[in-house]
């Protein structure tokens, strides 16, 4: 029998967790390890943020959910990975060890690197916020009911080295779609701060249409924007930024005041992973292989934020590879196959398709993305808007959650759905 340990249980985590379980039967043992014993529907915290949705709306408790499934959870940050011994330390000093050890742990959020980011709570200075985790977006919550008394400026964006621009622009939108609502937003300009080299790279080099189209959102909602930004420090109610132009020299200095304000950080691998020898890249992303196998240790798989991808472009400002939803799944599918074929004896040969649907919600509408793959060149590249993006978001957010509580990877319907669009998680439609 053969045990198989998933560190992380996020959007990446348990449904790989489910689908191992899924594919080997009982006659192997699985085990989640997570740092806290509850899920969070990470896509929902900029609804928290605003107060339209409420902690437990977008948060369940693991256990009962994986031993339904037979799946064994320890509730405890991993503090080491010795990949010599297949052992994990844990904290407090308990020990695991695994045969099979797929890292699905999501980032470090690396407020650090821009000197007074970050909240307070969370290695930052406690000048800006983030919409990174429940925690994080209840903070701005917080701060938000106090500034909706004496409303002001507010900056919302992305500092450099920064990967996952989505949740930036939702953001944005949603805070705006917020203020007008309670007729305040005559009184909050807002400042949109990038470090992509234009509004709509999204660090993909654009998908479809997505520069004219996010360009028309932000001045049809009176948002000024700054790109190719590079942040270089936060005082409380300043945010300073050097914008380079094209090629990469300074262009202006600017310091902009404000009352409120939300950048996403840059991402590094979690210290324990990071400190594997030979597994991960500088930043401590997992390097892995076509088959999301770790190239320095066979029995290592890992999936989602956690691993490497070298950006689509270079930029002047350094601007990272995001790894959406769907992409992610993708990459867990093929490490469920992959495991199951060695146990058989057989070699591994599942890959995924990386292939990226976007949702993003901008408050009373929304834009949505296929790119596949997503990486470029690409077969499909489209970008839309509409009221139904914003009605999709609202569905997906309770069809995910409904998966996790089900333990389903893959309903059917997905499955057929989506293949019916073209889009499949499998190269060679091994699913």
Not at 181 to 205: A, D, F, Q
């Amino acid at each position: 029998m053969a045990h198989i340990v998933v560190v992380g249980a996020g959007i990446g985590g348990l449904p790989a967790a489910y689908e191992i379980r899924e594919l080997l039967g009982k006659d192997h043992r699985v085990t989640v390890v997570n740092a806290v014993d509850y899920f969070q529907f990470v896509p929902s915290n900029p609804w928290i943020a605003v107060g339209w949705r409420e902690r437990d709306q977008i948060t369940l408790p693991i256990a009962p959910y994986l031993a339904r499934k037979g799946i064994d959870f320890v509730a405890k940050p991993v503090t080491a990975i010795d990949a010599s011994a297949n052992r994990l330390t844990l904290d407090g000093g308990a020990t695991l060890d695994y045969d099979y050890l797929v890292i699905t742990t999501g980032p470090k959020l690396s407020f650090s690197e821009v000197p007074g980011a970050g909240p307070i709570h969370s290695g930052g200075g406690g000048f800006t916020h983030s919409v990174c985790s429940v925690d994080h977006a209840q903070a701005f919550y917080a701060d938000y009911q106090k500034f909706l008394e004496n409303p002001g400026p507010v900056v919302i964006g992305a500092m450099p080295g920064a990967s996952c621009f989505g949740p930036a622009y939702e953001f944005a939108f949603i805070l705006d779609t917020d203020l007008r609502k309670r007729k305040l937003r005559h009184k909050v300009p807002i400042t949109y701060v990038t470090s992509e080299p234009y509004i709509g790279h999204l660090g993909l080099g654009g998908v479809g249409d997505s520069k004219s189209m996010l360009e028309s959102e932000m001045r049809n909602r009176d948002m000024k924007w700054i790109t190719n930004a590079k942040t270089t420090r936060v005082e409380e109610g300043k945010l300073f930024v050097t914008q380079l132009d094209d090629l990469g020299a300074v262009y202006k200095e600017h310091e902009l005041g404000f009352k409120l304000s939300m950048m996403l950080p840059a991402f590094k691998g979690v210290d324990a992973v990071a400190a594997v020898p030979n597994l991960c890249n500088p930043r401590g992303f997992v390097l892995i292989d076509e088959f999301q196998r770790s190239k320095a240790y066979r029995n290592i798989f890992s999936a989602g934020v956690c691993v490497a991808i070298p950006p689509v472009e270079v930029t002047p400002v350094p601007t990272g590879t995001p790894k959406t939803g769907y992409m992610i799944e993708s990459m867990v599918g093929a490490i469920a196959h992959n495991i199951r074929d060695e146990l058989e004896g057989k070699p591994a040969q599942a890959k995924g398709t990386w292939n990226a649907i976007c949702l993003a919600d901008m408050g009373d509408t929304g834009a949505a993305f296929v790119a596949l793959p997503q990486i470029p060149p690409r077969n499909v590249n489209w970008f839309k808007k509409g009221k139904w993006v914003h009605l999709a978001k609202i569905a997906f957010e309770k069809y995910f959650i409904r998966k996790i509580k089900n333990g389903n990877s893959e309903p059917i319907y997905e499955k057929y759905v989506l293949k019916a669009l073209g889009i499949v998680r499998l190269a060679d439609h091994q699913k």
